[in-house]
Every structure is written in C-alpha cells, then in structure tokens.
C-alpha cells in the first residue's frame, strides 16, 4: 500500500512480446511495489511472479474465452484502485504505445488526477523480425518500416482511413498488427494500391515463444493463409522484400527444444534453475508445483538435537530443503558452525553438498550414487558405535536409517521441514495438459511423482514423464505411469539431459 499521500501510482508497463524473460529491468522493478496488477492475456503469466504475495492479480480476459475487460472499464478500475492509495500495474503486452490504447489510459488517468508512469516493453513487431530470422530494415531491400494496424477501431465508419495506395508505394517493410481476420480486405487493398503480388509475406504466431510458428507466402497468398479459424491470434505479419531472406532463422529455432513444452514440477523455490535451464535449450516451460515444501510445525526435536549437536559423530543430509530449513535454526537459536567442530558431514547428491559449500561446510562422504542405499554402504564402516543425526523430510524412506542400525551404528532422526502434496492445479496448466499441449512433465522425486498422480490423474498420459532416476521410475511404474525417459545423473541437469537424449533418438 502506498502511504505516502491518499493517491497511488499507475506503472502502465510494457510487458514485451511474450518471453517473461524480455520484460524490462523497470517493470520488474514496478510489478515489484504492486498492489494490484491488472493484465492482458498477451502478457507471460509467468510475470505476475514478480508480483508482492500481497498484490491482487486481475485478469482483463483473454482472447477467445471468456469476457474481455471493456476499455472502459479497465480505466475505471485503474482510477478506483489509485485513488484509494494502490499502487497499480497495468501490464500490456508488447509496448502500450504501440496500439496498446497508451493514449486513453494516460487520458483517463489525468482527468482523475493519478499519477502515472509509462515503461516501455519490446514490441511485438520488433521482436517478431528478430525472432523469425527476419531484419526489418536492410540497407539493399528496406530503409524503413512501419507498423499498421490491421483492425481499426471499433465503430468506425466502413471507409478505412488507411491510406492503401500510400502503403502499398512504401519504400520499405509494413507490419500488421491485428490483421488476421481482415488478412483479405487488407492484402486486396494493397494489391489494388500498385503492391506487387508477389511480394514476400512472413506471419509470426506466438513471437519469442517455444510454441513459435511461422508461415511464408505471397502477397496474394495472405487471404488463404491466414483463413479465420486456420491461424488464431496473436500474429504480426511481415510484408516486403526482407521477408524473402531469414538470414538469423538458426539462432532461434534451431535450439534442440525449441517446440517443445515442458511441465516443471518441483516446489515453487526450487523450480526457477530448472526453468531457466530449460529456457535457454528453447522449451517453453510451464511451472506447476506438485508438492510444497514448509517448516515443521513443532521446532521442539529439533532444537533439542542443535542443542546437544556437538555430541553427534555423523550430521546426513538427504536434500537441500533439509541443508537449508537445519541450518538456519541453528543461526535462530544463536549458534554457529563452530558446533559442528567435531562433527562429519554426509550427503546424497551434489545439489545438497553446494547448498553446504555455499555455508563454507565441507562434506565428508558424497556416493557416487545419489542414492540412500549408496550412502548407507559409503557409510558402513564409520558406523560402529557413532551417533548419526539424520535431518530429514516429513515423508520419506527408511532405508539409511535401518541399514545404519544394521551396521551398528546408534541413530536419531528430526523432521526440519515439511512436504505436502498441491491440492489443486492451476485451471490453465491443466486444460493444456489434458489436451495435449504439454510434450514433458518433469518428476524429480518420489515424492512428487506420487503427488502427479493424485493432481492430474489420467491426463499425465497425454505427455511423456521423465524421472530423476531409476527408483523415481520405479514409483512412476507402481503407479501405473511408466517414465519415457530417466536421468543417469540424478539431478536436475540429468533430468534436462535425459529429455536432450530422448528428442535425438525420436
């Protein structure tokens, strides 16, 4: 809430062409301070992320399902929550000044007296150029460009105010926005204003985008291409001579997942690596947690076990979760690493030694195998007579445990963190899945794959699942959901390579 005066502040931020990762470093900043973020359909989900937990999030609609926002209900909405001392974003797609109706919000806006700030985004057509290997200008085919609007606006009289003849004679490139349900009114007319007919065409569906596609054609051509009901919008169509040379094509969608949707399903603070990671391959990547992960709801054994830490030989870390949910009650009850002088560290797996290395502990027995069993072996011979305190999740196997008691060895175990399972998915996530939008789901551990199988039922077979390892696979196949694909590392790098070796054997 803004405190400072009874007004709030409007932040009419360009969110870019559609990547969240091309949003500026301004409107991440401003989505940062909302407390309400109002945004269109062709603004990434994925960028109400930097949203505060606090903010309200208000859809505008989206196109094809549902109510669309009129226009001037989204201006009084914005009024109402800045007058009563919000701050708001208004997320649009693109660049608002670029036929984003920038003119009538400011002029809503300052007509109530609201404060306001414009942040520029990518626009679509720029992008769309760049991401469908296209340059819009070239010094031997284009020395300008200009962007048209393919849809006027709304009540106007049936005479265009577009100058056709004049566009058709433009000496460089002509993008249209909004152009797919009057393709054949506007390509005639620029036939008809002295275009070549034969002039290249290249429409861009989804620019920046995974789920990018692209379609070349003539001029004449355009009407049939871009038929109402073969092609939905959003699309952006390129029209002159440089959309007859894709010299960049490559660098976009020559990436080895581009086309590729991938459901990444760790816990909400775990799933950016993986996602970026992704991203970067190409994958469109959606984000859908199947478990939460928390702190217990009783510190008491816990505490207890820090207290009396120095008379520990062994401290076993299983995960991550559990380095970091540990060691930060020990820096709450006031103590540091100097308790654990005389105390050895185990692991299983790589991510849980960096979350110690990244505290300056050292690790002193890591598997090879990031497995239980293989800790428990690696283990076996230190366990004669030593205590070991086991830092663990709520749920999960026994099988370190035993085999340490097995192997002579006295064994406590605390609870530092809590998993439980997502009750419900995001309505978006699954109508996607279910028909078949989603190409992977990502199941990094058992766990999780249980928790899959309970949040979406029979619509995981409509996408390939791949497993962090053997025995997630093995859970995976106990549950009737075989795995497509499984990681010989176990980790979330060997997940991503599992998929990579998959795709080059389809």
Known sequence: MNNNSNKGMVYLVGAGPGDPRLLTVRGAECLGRADVVMYDYLASPQLL???PAHAELICLGRHG????????EVNA????????????????????????????EAAALTAAGVPFEVVPGISAALAAGTYAGITLTDRDHASCVAFVTGREQDGKCEASSLDYAGLAKFPGTLVFYMGVTTAAEWSRALIAGGKARDTPVVAVRHCSLASQETWSCRLDEVAEVLEPGKIRPPVLVIVGEVAAHDSLASWFAARPLFGQTILVTRPEHQADAMAHDLSELGANVLMQPAIDIAPP????????AIHRLERYDWLVF?????????????????KDWRSLAKTKIATIGSATSEALAARDLNV????????????????APHAIGKRFLLVRASRG???????????????????AYRSTDIAEADIDIRTQLSSGGVDWVTVTSSAIARALVHLFGEDLRSAKLVAISPLTASVLDELGFPASAVATEFTS??????????????
């Open 318 to 334: 299983s995960s991550r979760n559990g380095v970091e949910y540990f060691l930060d009650r020990v820096r709450e009850l006031g």
């Open 397 to 415: 196997r026994e099988v370190l445990a035993d085999s340490l008691r097995d192997s002579g060895a006295f064994v406590e175990q605390v609870v």
């Open 364 to 379: 002193d027995v890591e598997p090879e195998e990031y497995r239980a069993e293989a800790l428990a072996e690696a283990l």
């Open 49 to 51: 992320r930097y949203a």
């Open 77 to 104: 909405r914005m009024v109402e929550h800045a007058l009563s001392g919000q701050t708001v974003v208004r997320l649009k797609g693109g660049d608002p000044g670029i036929f984003g109706r920038l003119a009538e």
């Open 493 to 506: 790098q060997g997940v991503i390579d599992a998929i990579l070796a998959a795709r080059e054997e389809d």
């Open 65 to 72: 399902s549902g109510r669309l926002m009129k226009q001037d």
């Open 297 to 304: 709801k009783d510190w008491r054994t816990v505490d207890e």
